[in-house]
């Protein structure tokens, strides 16, 4: 069964202090490990596709990466707009139904 | 990136009436779309999957006649919560992955919708 674990749960920040969160995933192939931000009362953002070991995405303060059982949202200088919930999500390559396995979040608070 | 769009974005509805949600991409094609719940605090649970022209897929535990999905188009997918009672009042998000139009499936990314804030009284 396709798993994914995001920690930590709750992240808070001061203004400029950079961090990471992390995804650990097991998945039977991976075919795509997707970031996306959430908003209160909002749905899904979507931010970042990896698709292997290796491989870097960088969004302005954002950038992800991914190793064969981890991804990580490096945040550097994060300023109080990057405060959301963070969501790591797989999908899996045996199939094509479209279907993935989303983390439960970490939520960031970032304070002037 | 892709819009998706919902609506309507919050509803109160009296317990025992039906409530229609509907789910539009607005840029691109989606054949496929998902419709997920989210409790306060809590992560997305996907409640089915809807596939254009066919029967959506349900997860287990989600009842199919309580919520009825119907995906009539490339573009649209609406999720009906019949006689609602009041431990139905949820937020529900739909997304849709892109088959042709702008962006190509080859990725399977999912947009999401702004979401529906659902109050059953």
């Known amino acids: 069964e396709d798993q994914v674990t995001q920690s930590p749960e709750a992240l808070r920040l001061q203004e400029g202090e950079s961090s990471s969160l992390n995804c650990s995933y097991t998945?039977?192939?991976?075919?795509?490990l997707f970031w996306y931000r959430q908003d209160p009362g909002k749905g899904p953002e979507f931010l970042f596709t990896?698709?292997?070991a290796g491989e870097e995405k960088e969004k302005e303060r954002l950038k992800a990466t991914l190793t064969k059982k981890e991804s990580f949202l490096h945040i550097t200088a994060p300023k109080p707009e990057d405060s959301a919930t963070y969501l790591c999500?797989?999908?899996?390559?045996?199939?094509?139904?479209?279907?993935?396995?989303f983390g439960d979040g970490t939520t960031l608070t970032v304070k002037p | 990136g892709a819009v998706v769009s919902q609506h309507p974005s919050w509803v109160i509805c009296k317990s025992g009436t039906s409530v229609k949600i509907e789910c539009r991409s607005l840029?691109?094609?989606?054949?496929?779309m998902f419709w997920y719940r989210q409790f306060p605090k809590q992560s997305l649970m996907l409640m089915a999957t809807?596939?254009?022209?066919?029967?959506?897929?349900?997860e287990q535990g989600v009842e199919k006649d309580k919520f009825l999905i119907n995906h009539a188009s490339l573009t649209l997918s609406t999720l009906t919560v019949t006689s609602a009672h009041p431990e139905d009042s949820s937020f529900y998000i739909c997304?849709?992955?892109?088959?042709?139009?702008?962006?190509?499936?080859?990725?399977?990314?999912?947009?999401f919708g702004p979401g529906t804030r659902l109050t059953v009284l």
């Open positions: 990896l698709y292997s």
């Open positions: 840029d691109f094609q989606a054949t496929t």
């Open positions: 998945v039977s192939g991976l075919r795509g």
């Open positions: 809807s596939n254009e022209g066919s029967k959506a897929t349900y």
């Open positions: 999500a797989v999908h899996p390559s045996y199939t094509n139904a479209g279907k993935s396995t």
């Open positions: 997304s849709a992955r892109a088959v042709t139009g702008k962006f190509t499936v080859v990725h399977n990314e999912q947009f």
